[in-house]
């Protein structure tokens, strides 16, 4: 399966343009003879200069898949996912790394307005529905001003309706925008990096194990205390794991 994965190194309408600065090529060019180690030192030095994109994320995740480190892989595919959530070819390679886990979790089964409203908001980041929003509210006063210019009966009814089209459509994309912004804050996913841990039932080390994970697999963070995270799984198992064995994916 790894012999197969689609690589993309040189980016590629669908993911979001990548820093273009002489670092980011250098480590390209690292990356397409094979030198993945320097790639990863020449991207990460991108990232700590303050800079990302999901391109940036998507590479680093195709260097450490080619080193064959599953967890770091996951980690920037799922980060570049967060910034390019419609992607196909983050998608694609994050499934190739997805195989390659130990864990087979499931997933609860939805009911079809959730399913239905979850690719409603999940078409668009917020901050995409938020400019969606703030561009149909300019044609809205575009239009109302062409309403009152218009000298034909015919161009004024067309402009005032088209201007109440353009509200309401403002006002709806508005509220897709908060929906998105306020399920964006509630979801709080973050990657196991330990080759096999056991999940506790209660925050420390005394108390039962509730189940074993190991390493990439992904997890939602819903509560903490001092330095364990309460985790739960896409199948409502929850336990209590130690922060030095995850990393939080929205860590940007």
Request: hydrophobic share 50%; aromatic share 18%.
């Given at each position: 399966?790894?012999?197969?994965?689609?690589?993309?190194?040189?980016?590629?309408?669908?993911?979001?343009?990548?820093q273009d600065t002489p670092?980011?090529?250098?480590?390209?060019?690292?990356?397409?003879?094979?030198?993945?180690?320097?790639?990863?030192?020449?991207?990460?030095?991108i990232l700590e200069d303050g800079q990302h994109s999901a391109a940036?994320?998507?590479?680093?995740?195709?260097?450490?898949?080619k080193l064959n480190d599953i967890p770091n892989s996951i980690y920037f595919y799922e980060k570049a996912l967060l910034l390019a959530p419609n992607d196909a070819e983050i998608?694609?390679?994050?499934?190739?790394?997805?195989?390659?886990?130990?864990?087979?979790?499931?997933?609860?089964?939805?009911?079809?307005?959730?399913?239905?409203?979850?690719?409603?908001?999940?078409?668009l980041s917020?901050?995409?529905?938020?400019?969606?929003?703030?561009?149909?509210?300019?044609?809205?006063?575009?239009?109302y001003i062409l309403f009152y210019y218009f000298r034909y009966s015919s161009r004024k009814r067309w402009a005032f309706i088209g201007s109440l089209v353009c509200?309401?459509?403002?006002?709806?994309t508005l509220a897709f925008a908060y929906i998105a912004y306020e399920d964006f804050n509630a979801d709080r996913p973050a990657i196991i990096f330990a080759d096999e841990i056991e999940i506790q039932a209660e925050p420390n080390a005394a108390s039962d194990?509730?189940?074993?994970?190991?390493?990439?697999?992904?997890v939602n963070i819903v509560e903490e205390l001092n330095d364990?995270?309460?985790?739960?799984?896409?199948?409502?198992?929850?336990?209590?794991?130690?922060a030095e064995h995850l990393k939080i994916l929205k860590d940007f």
């Open positions: 399966m790894k012999n197969s994965i689609v690589i993309f190194l040189l980016l590629f309408g669908g993911i979001a343009t990548a670092v980011f090529e250098q480590a390209t060019t690292a990356y397409n003879e094979a030198a993945y180690e320097k790639a990863i030192d020449l991207y990460t030095s940036l994320y998507y590479n680093l995740g195709n260097s450490y898949y998608k694609n390679n994050l499934g190739y790394a997805q195989q390659m886990t130990l864990d087979a979790i499931d997933t609860l089964p939805e009911t079809g307005l959730a399913r239905f409203y979850k690719k409603i908001t999940n078409a917020f901050d995409q529905w938020a400019y969606t929003a703030v561009a149909f509210m300019f044609l809205f006063v575009l239009l509200l309401f459509t403002s006002l709806v194990a509730v189940f074993v994970l190991h390493a990439g697999t992904k364990w995270k309460k985790i739960m799984l896409t199948d409502g198992k929850t336990g209590w794991v130690s």
